[in-house]
């Protein structure tokens, strides 16, 4: 069994600034792709930020600049600094991993999620 868990979220004003972290445990071979999404009340989950084993990164236009992803694979973490925060980016924040339990056989996996809210 593989288990995500996001911390990190909470209540922000706008302009702050909020790290997320994600941590990967259980029965672990490798992990490929990780990620961060968000789902806003009443909208689709959208992907916000994903990062491969190699460090390549890729961000969702409304977050380039202001938002940071990162890995530690060591530790079987990754990381979403987030500044300059808006309101539109309140939403529940879910973690994604592509987690080999094997050398062939993989897990798409997703955390419970962390709720952010930006708000004066």
């Known amino acids: 069994q593989v288990r995500l868990v996001e911390s990190g979220g909470g209540l922000v004003q706008p302009g702050g600034s909020l790290r997320l972290s994600c941590a990967a445990s259980?029965?672990?071979?490798?992990?490929?792709?990780m990620g961060w999404y968000r789902q806003a009340p009443g909208k689709q989950r959208e992907l916000v930020a994903t990062?491969?084993?190699?460090?390549?990164?890729k961000y969702v236009d409304s977050v380039k600049g202001r938002f940071t992803i990162s890995r530690d694979n060591a530790k079987k973490l990754v990381y979403l600094q987030m500044n300059s925060l808006k309101p539109e980016d309140t939403a529940i924040y879910y973690c994604?991993?592509?987690?080999?339990?094997?050398?062939?056989?993989?897990?798409?996996?997703w955390g419970r999620g962390t709720p952010v809210t930006v708000s004066s």
């Open positions: 990062i491969t084993s190699g460090g390549t990164t």
């Open positions: 994604n991993a592509t987690v080999y339990v094997s050398y062939s056989q993989y897990l798409e996996v």
């Open positions: 259980g029965n672990i071979f490798s992990i490929n792709a």
